[in-house]
């Protein structure tokens, strides 16, 4: 499951890029909790890691799969890690125009992580909220 073609894809993103939501499903469901934690977080040639692409593009049960398996005191590890242009997850789930993702997520964190993930600014200088307004 770490092996990745010419776009740093694996077999896991390959399917969510297509659409083959059942093949992911059946995919995460094979893979031990540790195992799926560590695909999940395997980044693509542009830095983007299967969490960022479910909170962009969804669907919504498999976002949420993939943060039930994360330990709730490492969803912020995850929620950081930023792509090639310096997008977190929020940011990726605002881009995206997916307010259900961004909800899901940030109810996940503690109060003073809410704070700080709005405040992070990508290469562009935006930050999640900026997103999320320019998408209405």
């Known amino acids: 499951m770490k092996i990745q073609n ?5 077999p896991l993103r ?5 659409r083959k939501i059942e093949t992911v ?12 934690r560590k695909v999940i977080s395997i980044p693509d040639n542009h830095g983007t890691t299967v969490l960022s692409h479910v909170a962009e593009c969804g669907p919504m049960d498999v976002l949420k799969l993939c943060v039930d398996i994360i330990p709730p005191e490492e969803l912020y590890s995850h ?48 930050t999640p ?3 999320a307004k320019r998408r209405r």
């Open 14 to 18: 390959c399917a969510l890029v297509k």
């Open 6 to 10: 010419k776009n740093g894809n694996t």
């Open 79 to 126: 929620v950081l890690v930023t792509d090639n242009d310096g997008d977190t997850v929020i940011h990726c789930a605002a881009c995206g125009n997916q307010s259900e993702a961004a909800v899901y997520l940030i109810d996940k964190l503690t109060e003073n992580q809410i704070g700080e993930i709005f405040e992070i600014q990508n290469n562009k200088g935006y």
């Open 25 to 36: 499903k059946f995919i995460l469901n094979c893979l031990p909790a540790a195992d799926m």
């Open 129 to 131: 909220f900026e997103y």
